[in-house]
């Protein structure tokens, strides 16, 4: 059984950074890959980043390149979103899913974390 918890959310200006982390204590979070998808209010939920288990390769939606950095420590069975430039539309519940293969899709992941709240405003 894996249990994901996502922290790191919070209200930030637009143009801000902030970095969430997705954690386990027990589970060998290695042994997956892990997304990261985002829900608002009335919007379905997108696919934002994932990593391989091994870190080696890496996904983007095209709305959070080059803003956005996915990336992995397996020793201490965490992965982290770090999130720079940020604009409002960023805004949502972020949550981090395991699965197997690094894709966008949340039908590809079969485990998740409760989320964690990421607003943008002024």
């Known amino acids: 059984q894996l249990q994901l918890v996502e922290s790191g959310g919070a209200l930030v200006q637009p143009g801000g950074s902030l970095r969430l982390s997705c954690a386990t204590s027990?589970?060998?979070?290695?042994?997956?890959?892990v997304g990261w998808f985002r829900q608002a209010p009335g919007k379905e939920r997108e696919g934002v980043s994932c990593v391989a288990s091994w870190g080696g390769r890496t996904n983007y939606a095209d709305s959070v390149k080059g803003r956005f950095t996915i990336s992995r420590d397996n020793a201490k069975n965490t992965v982290y979103l770090e999130m720079s430039s940020l604009k409002p539309e960023d805004t949502g519940v972020y949550y981090c899913a395991a699965g197997i293969v690094c894709r966008l899709r949340a039908t590809d992941y079969g485990y998740w974390g409760q989320g964690t709240q990421v607003t943008v405003s002024s």
């Open positions: 027990r589970a060998t979070l290695g042994n997956y890959v």
